[in-house]
């Protein structure tokens, strides 16, 4: 089985809403730390948001707080990323990784080097 499978990425415009889905297996779903990541090209790998499967604590970056919602659904063992009011800044690929629940918390939860699963990537492109 494959630990992690995102989807729904896409192409929209400037303010558009995208939500990006994480499908996990047990082992890397529960009472875990499902983290996304952005990259674009040309720039480094980025953490945008981070929930804890345990209790559904979330975390986010500064850059996108008010703009994304991360949530989880246990019983399809699914982390959603819901991006809204995107900005051609927000064009990258996104990824879903896992890593142990007890490294979910605030000022470490983006903590890359701690993340074990990764999934393949799903791509958003936002255009003006």
């Known amino acids: 089985q494959v630990p992690l499978v995102e989807s729904g990425g896409g192409s929209v415009q400037t303010g558009g809403s995208l939500t990006l889905s994480c499908l996990a297996s047990?082992?890397?779903?529960?009472?875990?730390?499902l983290g996304w990541f952005r990259q674009a090209p040309g720039k480094e790998r980025e953490g945008v948001a981070a929930i804890y499967t345990g209790n559904g604590d979330a975390y986010y970056a500064d850059s996108v707080k008010g703009r994304f919602i991360i949530s989880r659904d246990n019983a399809k063992r699914t982390v959603h990323l819901q991006i809204s009011q995107l900005k051609p800044d927000d064009t990258a690929m996104y990824y879903c990784a896992t890593k142990r629940g007890d490294k979910c918390y605030t000022h470490a939860w983006s903590d890359e080097a701690a993340f074990y699963f990764w999934g393949q990537g799903t791509r958003v492109t936002v255009s003006s």
């Open positions: 047990e082992v890397a779903y529960s009472r875990n730390c």
